[in-house]
T-cell receptor, first 115, second 113 residues
Framework: QQQVKQSPQSLIVQKGGIPIINCAYE??????FPWYQQFPGKGPALLIA?????SEKKEGRFTISFNKSAKQFSLHIMDSQPGDSATYFC??????????????FGQGTTLQVKP | NAGVTQTPKFRVLKTGQSMTLLCAQD?????MYWYRQDPGMGLRLIHY???????AKGEVPDGYNVSRLKKQNFLLGLESAAPSQTSVYFC????????????FGPGTRLTVL
């Protein structure tokens, strides 16, 4: 059962464009939503994360928008650069009484930014 | 400070062979995880540990075993490898505090023929 659905599977934009990657979740107990960036041959690395008490979070050129009622969140990359070409994963976890830190990942989006 | 390291980086096995993947972290983290990554499926949790001497099943545990005898190490074993276990395996760790980052290792690419 896929609890976090991510789209699109792949995305191609021109340099300077604003790619948007979307994720939807089912479990209303989720309370932590990170995005990971992965370059070929490397492990995923945390890019930015949000909690459901805010609707938006910015870190540099990366922004997460969060819609709690729709159970959706998205990643926007402003002024995208060829160096942003990577695979992006959204994830979700719940930190209730049985906190285990387990992350449920989306399927991933491969982003290519053309020069 | 090496973070999370994994050995080996690559391995080719024949069906039925066994092997152990080693994960080590030097951040004194309580929690450790093993994931597998397959095209179009994201990362799926195999097993995890919330402390030395503890292990628990994740989403796809069948065919794998784990051990956490020391806090800094988390071992993933395949007793009888199958072609369906061809994948890239990632280890991760975090402190155990709510919302803390999971730090990933560089991965092990395993091929089972």
């Amino acid at each position: 059962q896929q609890q976090v659905k991510q789209s699109p599977q792949s995305l191609i934009v021109q340099k300077g464009g604003i790619p948007i990657i979307n994720c939807a979740y089912e479990n209303t107990a989720f309370d932590y939503f990170p995005w990971y960036q992965q370059f070929p041959g490397k492990g995923p690395a945390l890019l930015i994360a949000i909690r459901p008490d805010v609707s938006e979070k910015k870190e540099g050129r990366f922004t997460i928008s969060f819609n709690k009622s729709a159970k959706q969140f998205s990643l926007h990359i402003m002024d995208s650069q060829p160096g942003d070409s990577a695979t992006y994963f959204c994830a979700a976890s719940s930190h209730g009484s049985s906190n285990t830190g387990k992350l449920i990942f989306g399927q991933g989006t491969t982003l290519q930014v053309k020069p | 400070n090496a973070g999370v390291t994994q050995t080996p980086k690559f391995r080719v096995l024949k069906t039925g062979q066994s092997m152990t993947l080693l994960c080590a972290q030097d951040m004194n983290h309580e929690y450790m995880y093993w994931y597998r990554q397959d095209p179009g499926m994201g990362l799926r949790l195999i097993h995890y540990s919330v402390g030395e001497g503890t292990t628990a099943k994740g989403e796809v545990p069948d065919g794998y075993n784990v051990s956490r005898l020391k806090k800094q190490n988390f071992l993933l074993g395949l007793e009888s490898a199958a072609p369906s276990q061809t994948s890239v395996y990632f280890c991760a760790s975090n402190s155990g505090r709510a919302g803390d980052t999971q730090y990933f290792g560089p991965g092990t690419r395993l091929t089972v023929l």
